[in-house]
């Protein structure tokens, strides 16, 4: 069975446009994209330490279960240039499941909905742009109420729509 997935993409090393690009490429192979958010800079939450992020988001379909999924998308940041860093320290692309229909899932390797989402603008930024008024399982608000209250807004600017040549 089909599902709509929401994916949320970012990257602060390397060309981060480019990675971007080759994600969004790559993705047509086990999640088609539907739509896609415009392109946003963002400064690094967490660890401070690290260049600026852009960030994304999209709206895909899939065949695959949440699991293989998430194996697909982490295959797919190693094959782009992802290494092993410290935890929310700089990378060259990051894949993250935010919504994968309506369900949810707690596995030791995936919690969805992402259990973070609604305390980062870099996320709900894109994802309003694309999806203002989902309600996601277990939350009770919108994307875009959730993006009207969270910290960190004016951390997170529109770059563009991204050109994919």
Do not use: C
């Not at 379909?61 to 190693?78: F, G, I, N, Q, V």
């Not at 960190?152 to 563009?160: H, L, P, S």
């Amino acid at each position: 069975m089909t599902e709509r997935v929401y994916l949320a993409l970012g990257g602060n090393l390397g060309d981060r446009r480019a990675n971007l690009i080759a994600a969004l490429r790559a993705l047509p192979d086990f999640a088609p994209v539907k739509r896609l958010s415009r392109l946003y800079e963002t400064a690094p939450m967490y660890v401070a330490d690290q260049p600026a992020f852009l960030n994304m988001a999209v709206e895909a379909e899939t065949d695959l279960s949440p699991m293989d999924l998430l194996d697909r998308l982490k295959t797919l940041e190693t094959e782009i240039g992802r290494v092993p860093s410290v935890v929310n320290g700089p990378r060259a692309i990051d894949l993250d499941i935010l919504f994968y229909g309506d369900a949810t899932v707690d596995h030791g390797r995936l919690t969805i909905p992402h259990p973070r989402l609604a305390e980062r603008a870099f996320v709900l930024a894109p994802l309003g742009d694309i999806a203002p008024d989902f309600v996601g399982p277990g939350l009770d608000a919108t994307i875009a109420e959730l993006l009207a209250v969270v910290p960190g807004r004016d951390t997170v600017v529109v770059v563009a729509p991204l050109d994919m040549d």
